[in-house]
């Protein structure tokens, strides 16, 4: 498994958690890095994702204001802070490494994938 995704949990809504993805295979600063997540019956989705160097990030618009997304290419970690989480938030999480200098929201772009940590979103 190239990338390994944690922090996942239990959480009332309006509450926070802070995923990592995190690699001792990869040299994340050659790869952008992006969060999709994936409700039950429902299409895996592009939540956010950081350029390789962090100065570019972007953003699913429901998540924008709540999550950040953050590298630091010398520990080869990529976190989502999750703020004010929503029941809708509830999914899977995924993170995922494209060899490229540009994001992309479409899962058929990347190269590797964690191996999921579920997020609960309690109402």
């Known amino acids: 498994v190239q990338l390994q995704a944690s922090g996942g949990g239990l959480v009332q809504a309006g509450g926070s958690l802070r995923l990592s993805c995190a690699s001792s295979v990869l040299t994340f600063s050659n790869y952008c890095i992006s969060w999709f997540r994936q409700a039950p019956g429902k299409e895996r989705e592009f939540v956010a994702g950081?350029?390789?160097?962090?100065?570019?990030?972007y953003y699913k618009d429901s998540v924008k204001g709540r999550f950040t997304i953050s590298r630091d290419n010398a520990e080869n970690t990529v976190f989502l802070q999750m703020n004010n989480l929503k029941p809708e938030d509830t999914a899977v999480y995924y993170c995922?490494?494209?060899?490229?200098?540009?994001?992309?929201?479409?899962?058929?772009?990347?190269?590797?994938w964690g191996q999921g940590t579920q997020v609960t979103v309690s109402s």
């Open positions: 950081i350029n390789r160097s962090g100065d570019n990030t």
């Open positions: 995922a490494a494209r060899l490229s200098t540009v994001i992309t929201t479409g899962p058929r772009g990347y190269d590797f």
